[in-house]
């Protein structure tokens, strides 16, 4: 009879495979979580032949899966949860005793082909199913079970997930924006930190929101800043459309939190709506703000254009329920417990 993989373990490679492609079927959190958990219960078995092939299976699916996790969820128990797991199993790894050739260990690994060997090699079944369709003789399927090539992975989802988890919760250090953003008199230069958010594929929209952030918060802004630098935070948050980690939403919700959302005022209108949502509108808007004379153009219409209604209170509450909404958003897209987004 043709080897087959059990249903629930082809149920398995097609939600984890979702997963890793970045298209998933299910909530990838619960989902990781599970695997976690299933792995864990797995090293209790360590030492059996079943435990082996698990620690096998178990070990490919922790690193193909890592990058996921350190990439696109904020959870601090799941990352705890995958930094226990793959210590138990490097406990279990002697790498000294890999006798493969040179090029003999399994490669392509951090892709669906991971997820499928991963699950595959959970059974006899499994792994029965995975060679004949992958043509395997059994010193090819045996590499997969050596000590020293699992250690290797071990190795390097653990360094991801660490280098990750210091990434996302721990501190920023965005100190070396100050040569750009700070002339030398101590005055603010807007026009370099538009700049720097209109180069998105620079990847800098994050660290732009959070030295704008901190900056705000330290209370070394001039009146005649406070409001483009304020807009500058804002922007930052606005187009960062994957969301931030709590190492950055904490502080961006911190100063957030200055402006006083139950304002009010008579104006039917305030500036900023007028600005449509593109980087090089909001761009605009801004340098004409800060500048006039030497930016002369501007997508406000003349008739909302007064310091006054940039100023109002009400404007500055607009912008700050926006931008705390995005911050929601990121906490429900990322997932994450409360306390990893919090002080």
């Known amino acids: 009879m043709t080897p087959t993989l059990p249903a629930d373990h082809r ?4 939600g984890l495979s979702g997963i890793v492609s970045d298209y998933p079927s299910a909530d990838p959190e619960p989902t990781l979580t599970i695997l976690a958990h299933d792995a864990g219960e797995a090293l209790a078995r360590n030492g059996t032949p079943e435990g082996r092939r698990e620690r ?17 969820i904020f959870s601090k128990s799941l990352f705890a949860s995958y930094a226990e797991v793959l ?5 279990t790894l002697d790498p000294a005793s890999c006798t493969c050739p040179v090029g003999a260990h399994p490669a392509h690994l951090d892709t669906e082909y991971g997820i499928e060997a991963g699950v595959s090699m959970l059974t006899e079944a499994g792994r029965a199913a995975f060679a004949e369709d992958s043509g395997f003789e059994n010193e090819k399927l045996a590499a997969f079970d ?16 660490r280098e990750a988890h210091r ?18 008199d101590g005055d603010l230069d807007i026009v370099a930190i538009q700049e720097a958010i209109r180069r998105s594929w620079e990847d800098n929209t994050g660290p732009v929101a959070l030295w704008s952030a901190r900056r705000w918060l330290s209370g070394r802004v001039r009146d ?8 500058c935070l804002w922007m930052g948050i606005a187009q960062t459309y994957e969301g931030l980690p ?7 919700a911190a100063a957030l939190a200055t402006i006083d959302l139950d304002a009010s005022c008579e104006h039917s209108q305030h500036p900023w709506s007028t600005a449509d949502d593109t980087t090089e509108t909001r761009y605009r808007a801004v340098l004409h703000l800060h500048a006039p004379e030497d930016h002369p153009d501007t997508p406000v219409p003349a008739e909302l254009s007064a310091r006054e209604l940039w100023e109002c209170p009400v404007q500055y509450a607009e912008l700050a329920r926006r931008a ?20």
């Open 11 to 14: 149920q398995l490679i097609s």
């Open 56 to 72: 096998t299976g178990f070990t490919i699916l922790l690193y193909a899966t890592c990058c996921y996790v350190s990439a696109r």
């Open 87 to 91: 210590e138990g199993f490097r406990a």
């Open 146 to 161: 050596c000590e020293g090539f699992l250690a290797d992975l071990v190795d390097r989802a653990a360094n991801r997930v």
């Open 167 to 184: 990434e996302i919760f721990g501190g920023v250090d965005v100190s070396h924006l100050d040569a750009q953003f700070v002339r030398y």
């Open 224 to 231: 005649e800043e406070r409001l483009g630098l304020f807009l």
């Open 246 to 252: 709590p190492s950055y939403a904490r502080e961006l």
């Open 324 to 343: 705390l909404e995005d911050l929601k958003n990121w906490r429900i897209m990322r997932g994450g417990e409360d306390e990893d987004w919090e002080n």
